[in-house]
């Protein structure tokens, strides 16, 4: 076969994208190494995937890394010896004492720098997920559809919006997000809302 024609086979594309079998990648690797176009083209391939995965990367949401280092954090508890924890559920009698055990605990505490979310989770079941959470700036725009979100402000003041109404709150109030409906939450001070958040299989 011409090298023209082994690389409009289509085969360097598969190579690239992982898609040969383990024969079919040597075969090629070794045809890298005789003919310079061929890894030259491999280059360009792999330049050309990268920038169109560039150029259609989507943007997580800004609630998945804080979630995903407070999920982290709690596997290192829990294997370093911590109790998995019952914490009570959020209800419109809830207080801040009935937190109080995680609230006052020293790595519970407000971090130095909250760059936008913290998180720290108390509890983690197919149930319902607790954690004490520091908003900086804002929650943005979700919908539930199988799970109750519930809040309980401890510091500081923020407007809950669901559907396009605001529910301003400050510290001692509970909320409870509607099912189906879309929210957001937007700090109204200047220091970090902090809140128990809780989120209970519908």
């Given at each position: 076969?011409k090298?023209?024609?082994?690389?409009?086979s289509?085969?360097l594309e598969?190579?690239?994208?992982?898609n040969?079998?383990?024969?079919e990648?040597v075969?090629?690797e070794k045809?890298m190494a005789?003919?310079?176009?061929?890894?030259?083209?491999v280059?360009?391939?792999?330049?050309s995937?990268?920038?169109?995965?560039?150029a259609n990367?989507?943007q997580p949401?800004?609630?998945v890394?804080?979630?995903?280092?407070?999920?982290i954090?709690?596997m290192q508890?829990?294997g370093s010896?911590?109790?998995?924890?019952?914490?009570?559920?959020?209800?419109e009698?809830s207080?801040?004492?009935?937190?109080?055990?995680?609230i006052s605990?020293d790595?519970?505490?407000?971090?130095e720098?909250v760059?936008?979310?913290?998180?720290k989770?108390i509890?983690?079941?197919?149930?319902a997920?607790?954690a004490i959470v520091?908003?900086k700036?804002?929650?943005p725009?979700?919908?539930h559809h199988?799970?109750?979100e519930k809040?309980?402000i401890?510091e500081?003041t923020?407007?809950i919006?669901v559907d396009g109404k605001?529910h301003?709150l400050?510290p001692?109030?509970?909320?409870q997000?509607?099912l189906?409906?879309?929210h957001?939450v937007?700090?109204?001070?200047s220091?970090?809302?902090k809140?128990?958040?809780?989120?209970?299989?519908a």
């Amino acid at each position: 076969m011409k090298i023209s024609e082994y690389i409009e086979s289509g085969i360097l594309e598969l190579y690239v994208m992982g898609n040969l079998s383990a024969e079919e990648s040597v075969e090629v690797e070794k045809m890298m190494a005789l003919h310079p176009e061929i890894q030259e083209e491999v280059q360009a391939i792999e330049w050309s995937l990268e920038k169109y995965a560039k150029a259609n990367a989507v943007q997580p949401p800004a609630t998945v890394k804080p979630l995903l280092l407070a999920t982290i954090d709690y596997m290192q508890r829990l294997g370093s010896g911590e109790v998995p924890a019952n914490p009570a559920i959020l209800n419109e009698n809830s207080t801040a004492s009935d937190y109080a055990q995680w609230i006052s605990r020293d790595d519970f505490q407000n971090p130095e720098n909250v760059n936008d979310i913290h998180v720290k989770l108390i509890a983690a079941t197919p149930q319902a997920t607790t954690a004490i959470v520091w908003l900086k700036y804002l929650a943005p725009d979700e919908v539930h559809h199988d799970e109750h979100e519930k809040f309980l402000i401890l510091e500081g003041t923020c407007n809950i919006i669901v559907d396009g109404k605001i529910h301003s709150l400050k510290p001692g109030d509970f909320f409870q997000i509607p099912l189906h409906s879309d929210h957001r939450v937007e700090v109204t001070g200047s220091t970090p809302c902090k809140v128990v958040l809780q989120r209970v299989a519908a």
